[in-house]
Nanobody
Framework: QVQLAESGGGLVHAGDSLKLSCAASGGTSRQYVMAWFRQAPGKEREFVAAIWWDSGNTYLPDSVKGRFTISRDNVLNTMYLQMDELKLEDTAMYYC??????????????????WGQGTQVTVSL
């Protein structure tokens, strides 16, 4: 069973930066893909970024590309999300997710069986 623990959320001003971390532990197999999702009140969970663990290849949607960067540390078994130029609309609970198997569509939450508890990011004026 894989446990995921997010950290690094907080209250920042628009234009500021924030770096989230997601530490993975407990699994006997290494994660295949890890991803970040976010969910604002009253909205569906939204895909933010994904990284293929072995290759380090990444994918980010246009909504965050150029502002957010996803990375991982193989030694620490930790994934990161560097968020720059934060906007009001980035306010949400941010979750990390993982799967040990190849996925068909990385942007769909149901592809990921393992989830963290979330860390809140609030962007104010």
């Amino acid at each position: 069973q894989v446990q995921l623990a997010e950290s690094g959320g907080g209250l920042v001003h628009a234009g500021d930066s924030l770096k989230l971390s997601c530490a993975a532990s407990g699994g006997t197999s290494r994660q295949y893909v890890m991803a970040w999702f976010r969910q604002a009140p009253g909205k569906e969970r939204e895909f933010v970024a994904a990284i293929w663990w072995d290759s380090g290849n990444t994918y980010l949607p246009d909504s965050v590309k150029g502002r957010f960067t996803i990375s991982r540390d193989n030694v620490l078994n930790t994934m990161y999300l560097q968020m720059d130029e934060l906007k009001l609309e980035d306010t949400a609970m941010y979750y990390c997710a993982a799967t040990l198997q190849p996925v068909v569509t990385i942007v769909h939450p149901y592809q990921y069986p393992y989830w963290g508890q979330g860390t809140q990011v609030t962007v104010s004026l």
